[in-house]
């Protein structure tokens, strides 16, 4: 099973900065990456495929890159409605997720 | 526009099975590439994938509940049914179920609570 590994568990950051999470992979996915936001009480929205692909409907704000084994979700000036968990999910070997960054106002 | 919505039980108990059905609406699961997938998530704790069926019958399992699971279609009522044998309580989660295309989960049910306890 590839494990997926995201750092920092929690992410302080002030509305109109960057942020910036990081996922890494145990084994190569190559870009069978996607990135989810999840808000309290809600599902998971996909946001990135393909490492960098933004999803339909996701600001531009919004960017992935990264391939094998390091990946990163990069969000330019954070609004508050990005305050929110993010997930990472590799789909290069079935189907596995990360454990989690959550984004939380400083 | 594409919904999907699961249903089910809320409570059930140590070593019963679980049957969760997942309804959807806007795509048909008779095209080409399309799948329904269903993802889980224990209170406060990531997600996890549990089981794919496609367009074509094919299924495919989460290798570490494969023994437990069972997907099935219904490609008539646009319905996917998820069977978990020998429920415990660490299965206690919300059951998600997703529209699946281009290799991603790009669409989600609201999710169902299900708790095991006795």
């Known amino acids: 099973e590839i494990v997926m590994t995201q750092s920092p568990a929690t992410l302080s950051v002030s509305p109109g900065d960057r942020a910036t999470l990081s996922c890494r992979a145990s084994q190569s996915v190559r870009i069978n990456l996607a990135w989810y936001q999840q808000k309290p009480g809600q599902a998971p929205r996909l946001l990135i495929y393909?490492?960098?692909t933004r999803a339909t409907g996701v600001p531009a704000r919004f960017s992935g890159s990264g391939s094998g084994t390091e990946f990163t979700l990069t969000i330019s000036s954070l609004q508050s409605e990005d305050f929110a968990v993010y997930y990472c999910q590799q789909y290069n070997n079935w189907y596995t997720f990360g454990q989690g960054t959550k984004l939380e106002i400083k | 526009q594409i919904t999907l919505k699961e249903s089910g039980p809320t409570l059930v108990k140590p070593t019963q099975t679980l049957t969760l059905t997942c309804t959807f609406s806007?795509?048909?699961?008779?095209?080409?590439?399309?799948?329904v997938g269903w993802i889980r998530q224990p209170p406060g704790k990531a997600l996890e994938w549990l089981a794919l069926?496609?367009?074509?019958?094919?299924?495919h399992y989460s290798p570490s509940l494969n023994r437990r699971l069972i997907i099935t279609k219904d490609t008539s009522k646009n319905q996917v049914d998820l069977t978990m044998t020998n429920m415990d309580p660490v299965d206690t989660a919300t059951y998600y179920c997703?529209?699946?295309?281009?290799?991603?989960?790009?669409?989600w049910g609201q999710g169902t609570l299900v708790t095991v306890s006795s």
């Open positions: 069926i496609f367009w074509d019958d094919d299924k």
């Open positions: 393909g490492a960098s």
């Open positions: 806007g795509f048909s699961l008779s095209t080409s590439g399309v799948g």
């Open positions: 997703a529209h699946y295309y281009a290799s991603v989960f790009d669409y």
